[in-house]
DNA sequence: CGGGTTTGACCGGCGC
DNA sequence: GCGCCGGTCAAACCCG
């Protein structure tokens, strides 16, 4: 609760606060918060009978003062070196990525031409999905490189996630010409091709714990209708974003029907205004999760599962990785990461759905296993064949997800380390932890090198099926693939962000003893700082 | 009184 | 074509 009202109060009005320090990064806040301390003293040594000690502490104060500006211009210079140079290894590692995922394509067309076909359709439905896509038919590889890179813009824009890393870095990809800053044209560009095919945007489901009615989102929403839905005794309650008269962004909220106490919040539409930090968050997670399902759609990589089911949790390649145990009949096991449960799944209905699944539960949410060590079961369920996805330079990065049972993985300069009660589901589980902290141990680069080495040599390997990897490579792969991606992170810290503030309304607030309560973003994903005193 | 909520009516898509 | 169902509209209502 305590959590919900911070929110709120951080909600719209800090817009325009963040809108400013986007521009001066921070250099304005720290002058407000000094003047008036330099004021104050200022007015001390006129009462004073010592004038000239006093004027030497004034005049020490306002070094001090200077220095600490100074350290923060410096600090924020470094900061935006940084953010271009993450840019600079996106769009390299981009690049790779395409031409890796080319060689794949042009490798298995000739074994799996009905295959490619099917990924092919599938990629266009993701695509439509959006709404953002013109209908062309693409059929040669650059033009499905093309698609794969207007994909991952489109969900980034569709899904709120405007962080200027990857929108610049998309728009560098997609448009090298430097004449992208202007954003509004793009923003109504694509408003109107959504506008022009609202039926088929993707849209991403939120599931969580909340007493409240509705999950406190950072965004303003105003509800606008109420239904009894089929299956479900439960209203569905329909939000209309007010953020922004004009903004097209709606949310439905229905309680679960097996728990109620889980609040589905299912988001559609692209925010045509900025967004509070609160909502960021969430936004974040959220297109992480769609931008997972869509780079999911377009690989050579596939599962021999058939894309039946509407919505059943199948096992898939998470970008080329599999997440899932092997099968041992019925229930799938799976990569337990730390406190918060993260699921994302995705569903093909007439709208396809991206679902996060942020409840904390003992209880068994949809096909799942228990969850005895209230692990983040981090898999996703597609029924859209996965994608070797662009991924990010890794980061020299810090995420850690401490539960409060101190059992958690972490990654903290590059490094995973494992702590406290191993993997429940696990016979393996020193090859594992050897594996994973072998692999913690390798320098980002090689990290990467590896990985892409891999990635090659799976593409070698025909796929038999989605569980055919070992636990070992598995939990490798999924480490491998968090640490690369940062909006995967951002995506899993919102989770955390979420979990913690719907744990806060459940009456579980403790006066700061949650570790990561009181964590700021950046505390949790020092990335970019941490990276840059490396150097 | 303005803004948000409620709720019945209406509309369009989809399956039979 | 018809009915079901999800989604939206808008008038009435509520609340601060």
């Known amino acids: 609760m305590e959590f919900d009202s911070e929110r709120s109060d951080h909600g719209c009005g800090e817009v325009k606060d963040e809108r400013r320090s986007d521009s001066g990064v921070g250099d304005e806040t720290h002058v407000i918060k000094e003047s008036p301390m330099t004021n104050t003293k200022r007015t001390i040594p006129e009462d004073g009978p010592s004038a000239s000690t006093n004027k030497k502490e004034e005049v020490d104060e306002i070094e001090k003062a200077k220095a600490k500006m100074s350290e923060v211009r ?93 929108k610049s870095a998309t728009e560098h990809l997609l448009k090298p010409s430097p004449e992208n800053s202007s954003e509004v044209p793009k923003e109504e560009e694509v408003d109107e091709v959504s506008q022009e095919n609202p039926a088929k945007k993707t849209r991403v489901c939120v599931r969580a714990r909340c007493d409240t009615p509705t999950l406190n989102d950072g965004c303003q929403w105003r509800k606008y209708g109420q239904k009894i839905s ?117 569903t093909s209905q007439s709208h396809p759905t991206v679902t996060l699944d942020l409840t904390t539960s003992n209880i068994p949410l949809s096909n799942s296993t228990s969850d005895p060590n209230f692990g983040a079961r981090l898999f996703t369920s597609s029924n859209y064949n996965p994608i070797t996805r662009p991924l990010l330079y890794p980061s020299s990065t810090s995420l850690n997800f401490t539960s409060s049972e101190s059992n958690a993985m972490s990654w903290s300069n590059g490094f995973l380390s494992y702590n406290g009660q191993p993997y429940s589901n696990n016979n393996n589980r020193n090859n594992i932890l050897s594996n994973i902290n072998n692999l913690g141990r390798q320098p980002m680069e090689n990290m990467y090198h590896s990985y892409m080495q891999r990635n090659n040599i799976n593409a070698s390997i025909p796929h038999q099926g989605t569980t055919q990897h070992s636990m070992p490579d598995t939990i490798a792969a999924a480490t491998k693939f968090i640490i690369a991606d940062p909006s995967f992170q951002s995506s899993l810290a919102a989770a955390l962000t979420s979990i913690i503030g719907t744990g806060n309304t459940q009456g579980n607030e403790s006066s700061g003893e949650d570790s990561g309560k009181n964590k700021k973003w950046g505390d949790l994903f020092p990335s970019s700082s941490s990276r840059d005193n490396n150097n």
């Open 230 to 346: 089929k299956g479900n005794p439960c209203p569905r309650a329909y939000y209309r974003c007010t953020v922004a008269p004009s903004c097209p962004v709606r949310k439905q909220v229905q309680r679960c029907v097996q728990d109620m106490s889980i609040l589905i919040t299912t988001y559609e539409g692209t925010h045509n205004h900025s967004l509070p930090l609160s909502a960021t968050a969430m936004a974040s997670a959220t297109s992480a999760a769609a931008s997972m399902l869509l780079n999911g759609s377009s690989t050579s990589h596939y599962s021999s599962m058939p894309p039946s089911s509407a919505t059943t949790t199948t096992s898939s390649d998470l970008h080329g990785l599999n997440l899932y145990l092997p099968n041992d009949g019925s229930k799938p096991k799976q990569f337990y990461l730390s406190h918060p449960t993260l699921s994302i799944s995705s």
């Open 74 to 166: 410096e600090e924020n210079e470094r900061l935006k070196i940084c953010l271009n140079r993450v840019m600079n290894d996106y769009r390299t590692l981009q690049v790779h990525i395409q031409n890796i995922t080319q060689q794949e394509t042009q490798n298995s067309s000739h074994k799996e031409n009905n295959n490619l076909e099917e990924i092919i359709k599938e990629s266009e439905l993701v695509s439509l999905s959006l709404g953002n896509f013109p209908s062309n038919p693409r059929n040669d590889e650059k033009g499905k490189t093309q698609v794969k890179e207007k994909e991952y813009e489109d969900l980034s824009l569709g899904l709120d996630c405007k962080f200027e890393i990857s």
